[in-house]
Nanobody, 121 residues
Framework: QVQLVESGGGLVQAGGSLRLSCAAS?????MGWFRQASGTEREFVAH????????YYADFVKGRFTISRVNAKNTMYLQMNSLKPEDTAVYYC?????????????????WGQGTQVTVSS
């Protein structure tokens, strides 16, 4: 059983930046970031393979967000730049029991509690 804890959320003005962290209690394989705005379904943001060699992003964050991981620290990150009000959501990190990454929430076995990101206009 892996426990995930997100941190780094907060309130930022449009155009600003935040860096989210996801600390895992042990070794993890493929991981991802998802988000859920009020009244909407959880949506895929980005994922990264076990060794960090491959990443993939949702179209709406390409060029603005960067996913990375440091396996020696059991930690994954999401650097978010040029934030927009529509990026406001609870951001969740997730981990799979598989080497391959996925954009489907149902493919992830472990989830963090979420961290709120609010972007003001």
């Amino acid at each position: 059983q892996v426990q995930l804890v997100e941190s780094g959320g907060g309130l930022v003005q449009a155009g600003g930046s935040l860096r989210l962290s996801c600390a895992a209690s042990g070794r993890t394989y493929a991981m991802g970031w998802f988000r859920q705005a009020s009244g909407t379904e959880r949506e895929f943001v980005a994922h990264i393979t076990t060794n960090g060699g491959s990443t993939y992003y949702a179209d709406f964050v390409k060029g603005r967000f960067t996913i990375s991981r440091v396996n020696a620290k059991n930690t994954m990150y999401l650097q978010m730049n040029s934030l927009k009000p529509e990026d406001t959501a609870v951001y969740y990190c997730a981990a799979r029991n598989d080497l391959a990454a996925s954009a489907l929430p149902s493919d992830y076995a472990y989830w963090g509690q979420g961290t709120q990101v609010t972007v003001s206009s």
